[in-house]
């Protein structure tokens, strides 16, 4: 059953505390996206990553970090610095990261600060 | 800059008529245009693309979209809407171009909603 897993789907943060959004993938696929969507703003890149051990800032990265140790793995750290954090993530991945290729994603995690 | 449009929020349609769910776009080159589909509290699927050769492309469930290059336009539409094609719908442009590595350009999105 090959995709791309999201864990956990509900995520609850307190005040200061970072919090880390975990994406697998089994596709073999290169590259790794993660967005953030807000309600009637569609979806926005936060980081992306073509290959193992390199990734880049997307148009919102600040107070978000990421790792890219595996190729299956790309998780997300949702740090103290972002200030308002409420969303639903969505993790996707491509074959390869070119301009032409579908991004497959994951089910999301919906994350609140409490 | 590059961007997408989808200009209306919602689309409401009675089931078993035609269903279009626009999308315009602005881009210095040439465009790669997706649809994608989001159901509650779920991913995004794919639905179809664009990339080149024929302007009428078929994608899942039934659904089609006409790349237009003169007015810029990448229409979805689907012959006879379901109920069950009630969804969020996402355009999203990727374009050819130093410094892009597959970054998509998403709409805001527009809800179909289909009456029985």
């Known amino acids: 059953d090959g995709g791309i897993t999201q864990s956990p789907k509900y995520l609850f943060r307190k005040e200061g505390q970072n919090v880390t959004l975990s994406c697998e993938q089994n596709l073999n696929h290169d590259a790794m996206y993660w967005y953030r969507q807000d309600p009637g703003q569609g979806l926005r890149l936060i980081y992306y990553s073509q290959i193992v051990n390199d990734f880049q800032k997307g148009d919102i990265a600040e107070g978000y970090s990421v790792s890219r140790e595996k190729k299956e793995s790309f998780p997300l750290t949702v740090t103290s610095a972002q200030k308002n954090p409420t969303a639903f993530y969505l993790c996707?991945?491509?074959?390869?990261?070119?301009?032409?290729?579908?991004?497959?994603f994951g089910p999301g995690t919906r994350l609140t600060v409490l | 800059a590059q961007s997408v449009a989808q200009p209306e929020d919602q689309v409401n349609v009675a089931e078993g008529n035609p269903l279009t769910v626009k999308c315009t776009y602005s881009?210095?080159?040439?465009?790669?245009l997706f649809w994608y589909v989001q159901y509650p509290n779920r991913g995004l699927q794919f639905l179809l693309k664009y990339i080149t050769g024929d302007n009428l492309v078929k994608g899942s469930y039934g659904f089609e979209a006409e790349f237009n290059k003169s007015q810029t336009s990448f229409h979805l539409k689907k012959p006879s809407a379901l109920v069950s094609d009630s969804a969020l719908y996402f355009c999203?442009?990727?374009?050819?171009?130093?410094?892009?590595?597959?970054?998509?350009?998403f709409g805001q999105g527009t809800t179909l909603q289909v009456k029985p």
């Open positions: 996707a991945s491509s074959i390869v990261a070119e301009t032409y290729n579908e991004q497959f």
């Open positions: 881009v210095s080159g040439n465009p790669y």
């Open positions: 999203a442009l990727s374009f050819h171009g130093s410094g892009n590595t597959g970054k998509l350009i």
